[in-house]
């Protein structure tokens, strides 16, 4: 079973500042690796995800994130942030497909991100 | 870009009744998702639907709750007697499925249920 850690509840930042959220992750099979973002009183966005290939994945309005296999991590960036980027921030897994769809997702408890100007 | 419609956006009902939660899911997926989000709580994992039947639920799915896909487009999620602390958002999702889209595709999510039982 796969389970998700986002050890950060909260990470306040100033505008313009940069911010790292974490995220690891455990599983005993390859993972697919995803990030959402959840506006106040909004459904889920993807951010972005990591299917394959490239380690360095860029999503969504300016954020990336970095595939760390030997560490099991998957964490969220952003060079300079806006206020509008105050939202809650999920890490998710999944399992790496058995007949060729995606399995349930496990999501991470959030993060939310508080900017500040 | 397609979108995953949920209706209706908020939902109260009195506990023991019966509720629908309805979701059109994206035209050519083929994998369909019910999660639910208790108030404050991180995202958890219902049920997933695939070929009309389900093909995983989680413990939170008992007896009490049932999904469907009664014409082809629509995707339900029926609880039977709500009780006080089915009281959150609910989330659908669809997925398109072949392999060869897995790539370009994550899940798609629409904008939630919120279900209050009072």
């Known amino acids: 079973a796969q389970s998700v850690t986002q050890l950060d509840s909260q990470v306040p930042v100033f505008e313009e500042a940069p911010v790292e959220l974490r995220c690891n992750y455990s599983?005993?099979?390859?993972?697919?690796l995803f990030w959402y973002v959840q506006y106040p009183n909004q459904g889920l966005q993807l951010l972005l995800k990591y299917l394959s290939g490239s380690t360095l994945v860029k999503g969504i309005n300016g954020f990336e994130a970095e595939f760390n296999k030997s560490q099991t991590s998957f964490h969220l960036r952003k060079p300079s942030v806006h206020i509008s980027d105050t939202a809650e921030y999920f890490c998710?897994?999944?399992?790496?497909?058995?007949?060729?769809?995606?399995?349930?997702?496990?999501f991470g408890t959030g993060t939310r991100l508080l900017v500040s100007p | 870009e397609p979108e995953v419609t949920q209706t209706p956006s908020h939902q109260v009902t009195q506990m023991g009744q019966e509720v629908i939660l309805r979701c059109v899911p994206i035209s050519n997926h083929l994998y369909f998702y019910w999660y639910r989000q208790i108030l404050g709580q991180k995202v958890e994992f219902l049920v997933s639907?695939?070929?009309?039947?389900?093909?995983?639920k989680s413990e939170i799915f008992d007896d009490q709750f049932s999904v469907e896909r009664p014409d082809g487009s629509n995707f339900t999620l029926k609880i039977r007697s709500t009780k006080l602390e089915d009281s959150a958002m609910y989330f659908c999702a669809s997925w398109p499925g072949p392999i060869s889209y897995r790539n370009l595709y994550g899940y798609t999510f629409g904008s939630g249920t919120r279900l209050t039982v009072v």
């Open positions: 639907f695939y070929n009309n039947e389900i093909s995983e």
């Open positions: 998710a897994v999944s399992e790496t497909a058995r007949l060729g769809g995606f399995q349930k997702l496990v």
């Open positions: 599983s005993s099979v390859s993972v697919y």
